[in-house]
T-cell receptor, first 117, second 118 residues
Framework: AQSVTQPDIHITVSEGASLELRCNYSYGATPYLFWYVQSPGQGLQLLLKYFSGDTLVQGIKGFEAEFKRSQSSFNLRKPSVHWSDAAEYFC???FGAGGTSYGKLTFGQGTILTVHP | DADVTQTPRNRITKTGKRIMLECSQTKGHDRMYWYRQDPGLGLRLIYY???????NKGEISDGYSVSRQAQAKFSLSLESAIPNQTALYFCATSDLPPSLAGGDNEQFFGPGTRLTVL
């Protein structure tokens, strides 16, 4: 079965510092990868997604992510964090046709980001 | 107006009560999902429906049931609520999955329902 691991439960950075949130997925085939953000008391908002083409994808709010097939990773980055980026971030994956996971998203456990002024 | 709405937004109930959470969408998507979110566990799939006549169990369906009343409506029921069903519940919708007409299975989420079972 497919799975997604976000190794960091909680990350704290200073405002203006760079950020990298890690995401690793299991299972092969062709992954379709997503990063969602959940601000306190809010639903989930899509930051960016990857399903083909350039392995470096740009998203909203200045975020980017790089797909590395050899490492089964899809890490999220931002060069300079703002206080408003404090939230919980979720990585998710689904796969192409075939298999029981087709068309369903599997989420990681989430990473809580705290931003210090 | 929001594309995916959930009612109620907050609910406190007692053990043994029957509870229904409702989800409506205006995105015209065939696919709808129910998740629960618990701290440290991310989102886990309870049930999903790929069209009105297609209902499937997710990874944690025990204690839950669903009804797909129309393309736009998907309800989640707790027949006899218990305290470990206290969680944040999300409804989501999606378009076609990967490999079909260029879909990518991006899911669009409602605002969530916070359910507390005492």
């Amino acid at each position: 079965a497919q799975s997604v691991t976000q190794p960091d439960i909680h990350i704290t950075v200073s405002e203006g510092a760079s950020l990298e949130l890690r995401c690793n997925y299991s299972y092969g085939a062709t992954p379709y990868l997503f990063w969602y953000v959940q601000s306190p008391g809010q639903g989930l908002q899509l930051l960016l997604k990857y399903f083909s083409g350039d392995t470096l994808v740009q998203g909203i709010k200045g975020f980017e992510a790089e797909f590395k097939r050899s490492q089964s990773s899809f890490n999220l980055r931002k060069p300079s964090v703002h206080w408003s980026d404090a939230a919980e971030y979720f990585c998710a994956v689904t796969f192409g046709a075939g298999g029981t996971s087709y068309g369903k998203l599997t989420f990681g456990q989430g990473t809580i980001l705290t931003v210090h002024p | 107006d929001a594309d995916v709405t959930q009612t109620p937004r907050n609910r406190i109930t007692k053990t043994g009560k029957r509870i229904m959470l409702e989800c409506s969408q205006t995105k015209g998507h065939d696919r709808m999902y129910w998740y629960r979110q618990d701290p440290g566990l991310g989102l886990r799939l309870i049930y999903y429906s790929f069209d009105v006549k297609d209902i499937n169990k997710g990874e944690i369906s025990d204690g839950y049931s669903v009804s797909r009343q129309a393309q736009a409506k998907f309800s989640l029921s707790l027949e006899s609520a218990i305290p470990n069903q206290t969680a944040l519940y999300f409804c989501a919708t999606s378009d076609l999955p990967p490999s079909l007409a260029g879909g990518d299975n991006e899911q669009f989420f409602g605002p969530g329902t916070r359910l507390t079972v005492l």
